[in-house]
């Protein structure tokens, strides 16, 4: 099923080199949609090991999950696979109905058989998205005896614990939730290994489209799947090229040469919009920006410091100046659109305020600190910026500049004083958030669990049941005051400096309409695009 073969539209839209200018060329073709974005994260598109944002978006578009949301509306849960399920009395148990008259890709039926092979496969072959699953108490030797079929269309998802039917639901709404074609992969099977060697390369799902040729660091080539059982995809084709310099794109979707242009920089935004054959759309992920306050620090282990850098980040400045547009003031460690999400943004610079709580510290003449940042442009310039005001309330703050293997390493080794860092949750529950920022059940430096609140040694043995709860709790209502109440707490005294939600932009030609840039990449949906 996998094509190995150059298409002629790929080659009419890829006519210009990378970071290279080229004479006027033809429009991208009628029936495709061209896209310009950087895509080395891509080691894999098996959905029981894609843990990357640019491999989560493709699945998105071409593999069907057992339940989904409304991309507008997360709160709204729905069956995609799944026709419906029901939960035991004892809240330990799922019971699923297949949709019936579905059929993969390949024209295989889709059946019970295949989502709990597809659940079973993610667990045994133990891969980064496998604690999603595993934290319902599923292990590669228990597996089979907890995800079992009870019929051609039906299957019982059994769990350690009676978890929230909603946490559960969102969690099966990720990466490792979707369902592939059991015959089509086992055809595939070598020395015990699932398919995995053949489906990291290959393609095996339902969706809208079909994944027909992945060249790492070059392009992915996605078709319209005949057999998909939605509304037909008014495009035949879907087409990343990797590029990954943000000038590049720029110059590519101003010529014509791509249709959308997606790691587009705050300069390259601005210039863009005077363009009238351009138009801009956004959606607020969930990632958010913050700062990690290491509580091994003197300094920053006083509650007043806490605040006191808190009222030290001009935040409206830095999202529309030096992130142009890229990030939403955000203060609470769920993002807007979560269930219980606390909306609360007290805090603005106050270097006045922040020399007050200094002198309350016993600090009155400052400290000095370093911060460890990532050399890209964003958090760099959002670094410097954070350094020149609170120099003004006598905090010295040294950057130490790394890439982002060196700056993280160090963060997970509790090696840092202050972090800049970004985090996105796995999937769309609250707990994916709380369990970081608000739970830490071994402080210690070998501990197993190492949690955000870990990393910066905040010891919290309270809050850690209060999130640990809120697991349990049935009433959705009930479960998102628990959130709600979290949040605060860690607003109010935590070593968290939150700062920004994500804001993704999509520079696009005038002639595309009907893209969907949903609340996580796996929900940036093509499947209605079309061009004029």
């Not at 597996?143 to 009870?150: L, N, P, Q, S």
Request: charge should be negative; include cysteine; aromatic fraction near 10%.
């Amino acid at each position: 099923m996998f094509m190995k073969m150059r298409l002629a539209a790929l080659a009419a839209a890829t006519t210009v080199a990378l970071g290279q200018t080229a004479p006027a060329v033809a429009a991208t073709p009628k029936d495709a949609l061209v896209m310009a974005w950087a895509i080395d994260d891509m080691i894999s598109i098996d959905p029981a090991e894609v843990y990357e944002f640019s491999a989560s978006e493709m699945l998105g578009n071409s593999y069907q999950r057992l339940v989904t949301y409304d991309a507008k509306d997360v709160s709204k849960l729905s069956g995609q696979i799944a026709e419906s399920w029901t939960v035991s009395p004892d809240g330990k148990t799922i019971s699923f109905k297949i949709r019936p008259g579905m059929k993969f890709a390949s024209g295989d039926p889709i059946t019970a058989a295949d989502a709990v092979f597809s659940l079973q496969r993610a667990v045994k072959l133990d891969k980064s998205p496998a604690f999603i699953l595993d934290q319902f108490g599923l292990t590669k030797d228990n597996v089979d005896k907890m995800v079992v079929e009870t019929g051609p269309m039906s299957f019982d998802f059994h769990m350690d614990k009676a978890y929230a039917p909603t946490f559960v639901l969102y969690c099966l709404t990720s990466t490792v939730g979707m369902v592939v074609d059991k015959k089509l992969v086992m055809s595939h099977e070598q020395n015990g290994d699932f398919g995995y060697g053949w489906l990291k390369t290959h393609y095996a799902g339902s969706g809208p489209f079909m994944i027909m040729e992945w060249k790492p660091n070059q392009d992915v080539v996605m078709q319209r799947n005949p057999n998909y059982d939605g509304p037909k995809p008014p495009l035949k084709m879907v087409i990343y090229r990797h590029v990954p310099e943000p000038a590049t794109q720029r110059l590519l979707l101003q010529k014509g040469d791509i249709d959308i242009a997606r790691n587009l920089g705050a300069d390259d935004i601005k210039a863009l919009k005077s363009d009238a054959n351009i138009y801009f759309d956004h959606g607020t992920k969930g990632t958010i920006y913050y700062m990690g306050l290491n509580q091994k620090n003197q300094y920053l282990a006083k509650p007043q410091v806490r605040e006191a850098l808190k009222y030290l980040v001009p935040y409206q400045s830095i999202a529309d100046t030096i992130m142009g547009g890229l990030v939403k003031v955000h203060q609470t460690f769920e993002p807007s659109g979560m269930l219980g999400t606390l909306e609360k943004n007290p805090y603005e610079a106050n270097v006045a305020k922040a020399k007050e709580l200094l002198k309350e510290a016993g600090l009155p003449d400052g400290f000095k600190v370093t911060m460890d940042t990532r050399n890209t442009a964003d958090i760099t310039g959002m670094a410097q910026v954070i350094q020149q005001t609170a120099a003004q309330a006598g905090i010295q703050i040294e950057l130490i500049p790394g890439d982002g293997k060196q700056t993280l390493t160090k963060y997970r080794a509790r090696n840092h004083d202050i972090y800049i860092g970004v985090w996105g949750p796995d999937y769309q529950d609250p707990n994916s958030n709380a369990q970081g920022f608000a739970a830490n059940p071994d402080n210690s430096d070998t501990a197993q669990t190492k949690t955000l609140a870990w990393r910066n040694d905040w010891n919290i043995p309270d809050l850690t049941k209060e999130t640990d709860a809120a697991l349990l709790e049935s009433d959705p209502a009930k479960r998102a005051a628990m959130y709600e109440d979290l949040q605060q707490k860690v607003l109010d005294n935590g070593p968290f400096v939150i700062m920004f939600q994500q804001v993704e932009q999509f520079g696009i030609r005038k002639n595309v309409h009907g893209v969907v840039v949903g609340p996580s990449f796996n929900d940036n949906s093509f499947a209605e695009a079309s061009k004029s």
